[in-house]
Every structure is written in structure tokens, then in C-alpha cells.
């Protein structure tokens, strides 16, 4: 498999200020990536520091002072990554409450719900399904701030929101389960996108309950908690506004048929 990604982003800040950006490919065996990345700041190259964080994550962080930033990343991704890697410390710190997935709130719900399915392959499927009736896609319904109890009772979100309900649940039911940003092929609106992973069977799958992209193409990013951990931009101190956004994700040949019942990993 043979995926072109990329992202253009224009940043006015105005005010000195320390950004974040998490939006190159993690690392995986299995893949090859070629990638080019460019920070331009009022005209001129600048070099961020990349920090290595867990399952891959690569943050971007850059001291800007006031004036325009444009970011630019393309990267061809090649082959398919192995399974994700599984440790005991993910089984534990997948099954915590987050501040967007908040599980706790959801035991007795989840449980009334979802407890009966005791073959995870069904279990997936039906939260997916779940959450994915329960919610409209409404791009610009929810609040950043916004938690899976809120977006269960707003009964609308975009995928980050979909993603922390579906997270959500499955901790509820002891399903050790977390959130992955991902470049997206088939995706329309063509957006960074937020999916789920839960762990089953000894590997993590990956569940949407948007149903928006085929889970068989798509290419992580970052993985963590919540958006807490994933965000694409984190601005630390000045005041900055997001003028432009374009990203671009498409797969060498013919999109892949998905299917809600299919355990899929991302590759």
C-alpha cells in the first residue's frame, strides 16, 4: 500500500509564544516514510525542536515571536506498519478516566448497555454502532472543551467527539481503549481526523464510529488519552489565530471496502 499525506497550515500570531504542532507521521515497523516538513516564519526558515513522545509521537516545538507562520508537511508512506506494540502500562492507563473520556461517569450506563456482549468482536461493533446512530456529524457543534458526557447530551460532535464517546464506553466496560489522530484517505470533508483504539485479542483495533474513511487506510499520527494528548496545534502563551488548514490524504489505487463487523488495525 502507497499513501500520500501532507498538511498546509498558515499561523498569524500576535504575540510571542511557544507552539506545539503534532501533525508528522509516527514512526512504525513495517512502513517507510519519506517526508518533508518546513516551518517559515515572516519569510524566513526556522527550526523547531522535535520531541519524541510515546507510541511514535513526534511534537514540533517552536518559540515564535509575532507575525505569520506557515508550516508545510508531505509525506509518502509505504508498505504497512505492524501491529501496534502492547504493554502493561497501556492496559492500565487505557482503562483510567480522561479529561475528555470521562469513564467514570459511564459504569452504570455502559454497563446496562453494553455489558451483555461478551465476545469482543461484538462488543466493538455494537459501540460503534451505538455511538454512530446516537450522534449527528455536525461540523462545528461542539465546544473543544467538550467531554463524551457532553456530547452525549448535545447528541451531536465532529469525530474527535465521536471518538471520545466511543473511548468512553468501552473503559466503562473494561475494554482498555484510546484515541488516535490519523491522516485519512477517503475522509470527505478532508480533515485531520480522530478514531478510536481499543484493545481486543491481544491487539489494538481501531473503531469510528463516524464511518467516514476506511479504517484499512489510515496512518497514524499520535496516540493518547484524550485530544488532550493529540491535538495537531498547542499554543502556550501568546495569542495566535489558525488562518489556514488544508490537509490532503489519498491511497495509491482503489479506496478499500470497510465493514463495521471487521476487526481492523491501523496501518
Not at 513526534?58 to 502492547?86: C, F, M, N, S
Not at 481501531?206 to 499520527?221: E, F, K, S, W, Y
Not at 489519498?250 to 479506496?255: A, F, M, R, S
Amino acid at each position: 500500500m502507497k499513501r500520500e499525506v501532507g498538511v498546509q497550515l498558515e499561523v498569524a500570531i500576535t504575540g510571542a509564544t511557544t507552539l506545539e504542532f503534532q501533525i508528522a507521521v509516527a514512526p512504525q515497523p513495517g512502513i517507510s516514510v519519506f517526508e518533508e516538513l518546513s516551518f517559515v516564519l515572516n519569510g524566513s526558515p526556522v527550526f523547531p525542536l522535535e520531541i519524541g513522545g510515546v507510541h511514535g509521537n513526534r511534537i514540533h516545538k517552536l518559540d515564535a515571536q509575532a507575525g505569520t507562520l506557515r508550516v508545510g508537511y508531505e509525506a509518502t508512506i509505504v508498505g504497512r506498519a505492524d501491529p501496534a506494540p502492547v504493554t502493561e502500562y497501556d492496559l492500565s492507563m487505557y482503562l483510567r478516566p480522561s479529561r475528555y473520556a470521562e469513564a467514570d461517569k459511564f459504569y452504570g450506563f455502559a454497563a446496562t448497555e453494553f455489558g451483555s456482549y461478551l465476545d469482543s468482536e461484538s462488543l466493538l461493533e455494537k459501540v460503534s454502532l451505538w455511538v454512530g446512530t446516537r450522534l449527528n456529524y455536525v461540523p462545528g457543534s461542539s465546544d473543544p472543551i467538550d467531554g463524551a458526557v457532553d456530547t452525549l447530551l448535545a447528541g451531536a460532535g465532529v469525530c474527535r467527539d465521536f471518538a471520545h464517546l466511543v473511548v468512553a464506553l468501552l473503559r466503562a466496560v473494561n475494554v482498555p481503549a484510546r484515541v488516535v489522530s490519523v491522516y485519512a484517505p477517503g475522509l470527505y470533508p478532508m480533515d485531520f481526523h480522530a478514531v478510536a483504539e481499543a484493545y481486543v485479542k491481544g491487539q489494538w483495533r481501531v473503531v469510528d464510529g463516524t464511518l467516514l474513511a476506511p479504517r484499512q487506510t489510515l496512518v497514524r499520527i499520535a496516540t493518547g488519552r484524550d485530544a488532550a494528548d493529540i491535538a495537531f496545534l498547542d499554543n502556550h502563551s501568546g495569542a495566535i489565530t489558525l488562518e489556514r488548514l488544508e490537509v490532503m490524504a489519498v491511497v495509491d489505487g482503489d479506496l478499500p471496502r470497510d465493514s463495521i463487523d471487521r476487526l481492523v488495525s491501523i496501518g
